[in-house]
């Protein structure tokens, strides 16, 4: 209960959802293995999309990752068929195929989040690059931090009634290390159905970054 207090007075709760991203993460293995495999587009497609389904049902089918599942299923589809790819069309098509599922999810926390930090990112960040064109590559990562935490800041605000100063730089850091765990844990996954003790190194230092993060997320709590 303390932990998660502290994750709550930082605006880093988000961490605990599965997120479009973890997503992103299935879709690159998969593609990994095709190419391995040298799978034809055909059978490519139809493995990313299974892979997907999969996945949702593992996650319990939580509004985020449907979401991000059937915007990456709009995809791949569009590329299968030649036809052009638009991002609103995918994101009202999504939730509209999740409203009609379950026209609850319109009052979930999740389903709220999910789509309007999506849409943030995407509608504000031109307008935020202006500022910050001088900076290098890695400025695009600043503005997507900064228009995540904006978009998402009216619904933070009321669920867990507190803004937190510190979302925007904690995140920063946050987000890029708990890719780096998620990465680690599925080569857990993986490693453990070819040989177990291939997936001890993966994780000990799992547990070593998640236990430094903790450490500074605490610090920083405080």
Do not use: C
């Not at 495999?37 to 949702?56: E, M």
């Not at 228009?147 to 998402?152: D, K, V, Y």
Request: hydrophobic residues 55%.
């Amino acid at each position: 209960a303390q932990q998660k207090e502290v994750f709550s007075q930082l605006g880093i709760m988000h961490i605990f959802a599965v997120s479009g991203s973890n997503v992103a993460l299935v879709l690159i293995v998969l593609t990994g293995l095709a190419i391995l495999l040298k799978l034809k587009p055909f059978r490519r497609n139809i493995l990313l999309l299974l892979g997907l389904v999969f996945y949702s049902y593992l996650t319990a089918l939580t509004p985020s990752v449907m979401r991000a599942t059937l915007m990456a299923a709009g995809v791949i589809l569009a590329e299968w068929y030649r036809r052009q790819r638009d991002f609103y069309t995918g994101l009202a098509a999504s939730a509209f195929i999740l409203l009609i599922w379950n026209p609850y999810n319109l009052f979930d926390s999740g389903f709220q989040l999910s789509y309007l930090v999506t849409w943030g990112i995407v509608y504000l960040q031109p307008y935020f690059q202006r500022f910050f064109h001088y900076l290098p590559g890695w400025g695009t990562y600043l503005t997507v931090g900064i228009t995540s935490q904006l978009a998402a800041l009216p619904l933070t605000a009321y669920y867990f009634n507190m803004i937190s100063l510190v979302a925007l730089v904690v995140n920063l850091l946050v987000v890029p290390v708990m890719g780096i765990i998620v990465n680690l844990g599925m080569f857990v996954f993986i490693l453990t159905f070819l040989w177990t003790p291939l997936a001890a190194p993966f994780i000990y230092t799992g547990g070593l970054i998640l236990t430094l993060l903790l450490k500074l997320l605490n610090w920083a709590g405080n």
